[in-house]
């Protein structure tokens, strides 16, 4: 059965042995990348070596061209990892053989040769010895299966206590499926340039490549299959490496402890968790040797406890990517389902995807039923027999196939269309003599045929625009439902916070492996029962195994899921093709038929651009050039041009009317010298009652005193008297238009001025300085949420609260009422005490010390544990749109947590020449101690401010609401109603936002033990 069995897998790793293969080809010192291919000798083809007695087994052969003449320096004790890839040029994108096929299994090793250049070309005759061997595992796990989890890296140190100088790496990895004979074994290798310096001065032990393995070596030639340990080739450096373990052991653990400063990557996880993979390889190996020490046993401790908290936070920004996804999903398609014109165009954007998907089914249906293809096969009568539907309401298969939401939401069909109003009637002729009622007849048969007809014809095209928006409903409805999904398992993982502090730092709950390996347990509880992931079976054979499988599988597959359920159901917004093809196809003839319009019209349209620019040009000079001329020539000339009657003619026609007055008085009433002067003075003041006397005496015998001459005299004075009395009108007139001539002026300029402002000069203004900018404009505030249950009873007083309490039967809901009673007296309490802020702080530099470090250290009124105060200095930058942002978002905080103390001060205040990029900052304080650290907050995207407040609760700076008696959140409740619901959706996000928001009472205490405690383990 055996030899069966590894017969079979021998078969199967011949198939695969095109894609087993791999190349070291790039590497890593203490953390830091050192490019690809940059010092190392890179072989160009991944195939393998199998002649171990060959040259080529040293460092490989064929290196790609040019050699990388680069020397990495590497510090004695320092760590090393060895990247592996598919091809030599490193990762290339998506390759399942990457960085190593599965089927490939076998140990890996590390080998130091010391030259006097790194860079010569000869390998030959170099004596090297074994630093580093990884091979088969305890829990049956092979150094490759390692590697491959990695993503291509093995992480090893370099011994501190051998000689400074320059030396060859030759890192190997040995595939052993087929090594049941010789040459099976297939050896992956390539040597690396280093130079190590603050070395020791030890000489270990050394081998001879070709000479260290032999074609009968245990290691070379093995079955592999059914084995449960296995030993590395090369025995004779085994030695050194046992007799240094030790200390190499330590300094190893010490490199991947200072390496660990948070944030930890996905990266950096994978690799200290492989490390310690190998360590625990090592440790078990030289188990009968020499055990580890107190020290060595405390620095695994820490640095696995570094990586639990690095999981964690890892955890929870899983799920936080996946919610802000999903709501970035759905906001997108409500935008769709809002407008009939989107729908409308969605439906024509995605037409081709849906005519391919059922042309694809048609044509499948027909092959498995064995039909030809031929014309009746495609005619409506046969495809309806092929997707008929059997259930009444329910659409057919056609109709799912062009609305895929329908396979899963089939009620989801407009009932108002759910049949065609199609009626057959028949034209008969009409009887030889009709009657009155022969004729009404028929013109309701033909009325209600045309009726139906129509009605059918509105169906036919709205049916699928309304079927199209069903489908972005379903699609905004399941998004939001994953989106409340991700944020209740958010809240749960803030939730855990006290019991991750336990697991870390609680000695007298049992061993830390114990209590890591709990709280690892409970993190996979949480993630895969809400999210449907496979959950760990069964007690994990180690702590360190259990950090790979949640690094490596439990996350990954997590992320991995939900993108595929994103992507399976649709509910990602279409590829940036399909969005754009209408245009992509209409567009380029429409502006090809539209240039070609406008060529066959250029001589018209070149007329019409010319009378345009004549009338522009005649409005400009015309309308506001000469007006303003004017204008100008009027403030100019004071008012002296262009006077109606001038002040010397009206004076010129008085003195004629008073000479003729006085001539006649003198010569008819005889006046004397005074008489003619008070005469003359009532002249000019326009009194004439002496003449007007003397024309009443001739006027009596008008015959006789026109002849004698005076009538006529009386008259010419009077007609003269009119011509004064004219001139005089005339000048009044004249001063009138002369005094509002320059309002005239603007009045006839405004009209021009005002189309010139409409039309862009208001923004020219602007632009160079003379007005100022517009406002921005406030953001529509979105609709107040429907008052919850909670909502509802806060709004009660303790009396109300107590007399409800005593009108209620019911058990269950009178213990609820008196809880929240309880709870709302003791918060009025505590507000009353606590309730000292409520708003954001402006401070100066000078300030920082007592608004800051000082005020933080001042215990609260009802703080009987004299845990301080928290304080969050905001530090901002006016200008930058994300600090605008979030400086809204600091203000609501503030007023929502008034016993937190909110400060902001300006960026470059604070910190002398702060570069904008990294504003905002966070800086949190308590009991004098910084909390919290947090720079650049929404520079990589604009951050809600629920994330901020979930930020600012999981690290201590601001206590979380008080959670609801009896355990449940409305949000729990609200999930057995009906998902279509729409006015329900908001208030499920609000809930599992505030779920989100929610941590342990005790979370001031987990974070005085952090700031207090010497431990590094803050997020």
Known sequence: MKSTFASLASLVVLASSAFANTVFSSMSVNGVPQGQGVGIRVPSANSPITDVTSDDIICNTGFLQPVSQAVIPVPAGGSVTANFHHRSAGYTGPDPADPIDPTDKGPLTAYLAAVPEATQSTVTGLQWFKIWEDGLSASGQWASDRLFINNGSATFTIPSCIQSGQYLLRVEDIALQDASSYPGAQFFMSCAQIEVSSGGTDSPATVSFPGAYTPTSPGIVTDIYGISSYTVPDQQSVSYTVSTRPSQSKEHLRSIWASLTPPLSQTRINDTINALQQYESSQARIAGVQAADEEEKSLKIAIA??????????????????????????????????????????????????????????????????????????????????????????????????????????????????????????????????????????????????????????????????????????????????????????????????????????????????????????????????????????????????????????????????????????????????????????????????????????????????????????????????????????????????????KESVDADLQSLERMALDLAREKLHYSPTQLNELSAKIRVGDLTPILQIYEDDIKSPVRSAIGGTLLRSLFVQVQKAKVDIDQALAGIDKLLKSQELTFAFVGVAPALAIVYVTGGNEALRKHGILPPLEPKPRTPSPPPSPSLDDIVDDFTPAELQELAEDVKDDELERYVLQMRDMHLAELKREQARGRFGEVIPIGREDYTREVTEASEVDQEDDEKELGTPVVLFLYKDGIPRSDLTFVHVRTLAKRYPSTKFVSIVGDKCIENLPDTRIPTFICYKKGKIICQVVSWGADREHKMEELEALLIMHGAIDPPERVPGGRSASRDRDSEEEEDDDDDDAHMRSATMKTNRTTKNIRDAAKTDADSDSDFDL
């Open 305 to 646: 406890g570094r990586l639990v908290v690095g999981l964690y936070a890892e955890a929870l920004d899983t799920f936080l990517k996946e919610a802000s996804e999903a709501e970035s999903e759905a906001e997108w398609w409500a935008d769709i389902e809002r407008s009939s014109l989107s729908v409308a165009y969605y439906l024509l954007q995605t037409l081709p995807a849906r005519l391919l998907n059922l042309a694809h089914t048609i044509f499948s249906a027909i092959q498995s039923q064995n039909r030809a293809f031929n014309t009746s096969a495609f005619a409506i009568t046969s495809l309806r027999g092929f997707f008929s539907g059997t259930n009444i309401g329910h659409p057919n298969s056609l109709a799912a196939l062009l609305f895929p939401h329908l396979h899963r939401h089939p009620h989801a069909m407009p009932l108002s269309f759910a049949s065609f109003k199609i009626s057959a009637f028949s034209l008969q002729p009409p009887p030889l003599f009709p009657s009155t009622s022969d004729v009404v007849s028929g013109m309701n048969t033909l009325s209600g045929a045309l009726t139906d007809f129509y009605y059918s014809l509105l169906a036919a095209v709205a049916l699928p625009v309304e079927l199209t928006r069903q489908e972005v409903k379903v699609k905004r409805q399941e998004l939001q439902h994953i989106r409340d999904e991700r944020a209740e398992v958010l809240g749960e993982l803030v939730d855990k916070r006290e019991q991750l502090e336990r697991a870390l730092l609680d000695e007298k709950s049992g061993s830390a492996d114990e209590r890591q390996l709990s709280f690892l347990h409970e993190l996979d509880q949480t993630i895969a029962d809400r999210a449907g992931d496979a959950t760990l079976t069964g007690p994990p054979p180690s702590l360190v195994a259990t950090l790979a499988y949640v690094s490596s599988t439990l996350l990954p597959q997590h992320t991995a899921d939900h993108a595929e359920h994103l992507r399976t159901h649709g509910l990602l917004k279409p590829s940036r093709l399909v969005l754009l093809w209408p245009r992509l196809v209409l567009l380029p003839p429409l502006g090809l038929y539209a240039i070609k319009q406008l060529y066959a019209s250029q001589d018209s349209l070149i007329a019409m651009g010319q009378d345009a620019w004549a009338t522009v040009k005649g409005f400009w000079r015309g309308w506001l050039v000469e007006p303003m001329k004017d204008m100008v020539k009027t403030v100019r000339a004071g008012g002296d041009e262009g006077m109606i009657v001038s």
